[in-house]
């Protein structure tokens, strides 16, 4: 358990929409050694209506002032002010908790930033199940790496990949492979879309060799990911249904308890995984 002179952690979240909000209003409601203390957002007035009724209201602050105020900081901010929250936290020698995986890819250097400022990058398991397993395996030699993900359309739609092709895929009747690749393309193409595959990646064999399949589907209603690993200790499958969030069908539901269950994790006393 990590704290300073028994105070609880405090936590300063990057966001506070589909993943921040649920957070906040997990940590508001009460998580032994945590409390949340700083939230930064674009829309001041909507987050003070949302936390209007929080028994302790965190303050309102600029993206690079959270490191300040808070010793976890949690992005859940969109891609665009990644980097600013990021190198803030990292060089204040923070707990860095990212939900946009996806960036870690293309910003390496903030791990090297990190072993120098003493601060610690917590990669959340997100919509994603098996990283135990992969995070095992790669201790090992894993020989691949295969993600498939059907989406509903409206959980793809605005996408940087499906803009730069021109793709429509409104009115879609049939499902439709709209990338195939590895992890880094789809981060770079899908930064709101498939951070689970920038996390399986960061677990297994890198994003170069974790290949990626990423499919419109208008015959599902929720965010599905199934995962093949070869490895040299085992032969794997996972298989996840996620219920999209009413607030951001880009978001499965479970991504922000995803979040709280890597927080319960910093400072419970018994956590389970790794």
Known sequence: MSKKNDR??????????????????????????????????????????????????????????????ADIVVECAPAAVFDIVAESAIRAGRIFVPASVGALLRRPDLIELAKASNARIVVPTGALIGLDAVNAAALGEIHSVTMVTRKPPSGLAGAPYLVEKGIDLEGRT?????????????ARGFPANVNVAAALSLAGIGPDRTRLE???????????????????????????????????PRTGKITPLSVVATLRGLVAPLKVGT
């Open 8 to 69: 609880p952690l405090r936590v300063g979240l990057a966001g506070f929409g589909a993943i921040g909000g649920a957070v906040g209003d997990h940590l508001d409601a009460g998580i032994a050694g945590l409390e949340l203390t700083a939230v930064a957002v674009r829309d001041g007035d909507k987050a003070r209506r949302r936390m209007a009724g929080y028994a302790r209201q965190p303050r309102l602050v600029r993206l690079d002032a959270l490191a300040e105020l």
């Open 214 to 248: 990423i499919w419109a589907d208008p015959g599902v209603e929720r965010n599905h990911h199934r995962i093949e690993v070869e490895a040299d200790c085992a032969r794997f499958s996972m298989s996840i249904e996620n219920v999209p969030s009413r607030e951001n």
């Open 174 to 186: 049939a499902p439709l492979n709209i990338c195939a690749g590895c992890a880094r393309d789809g």
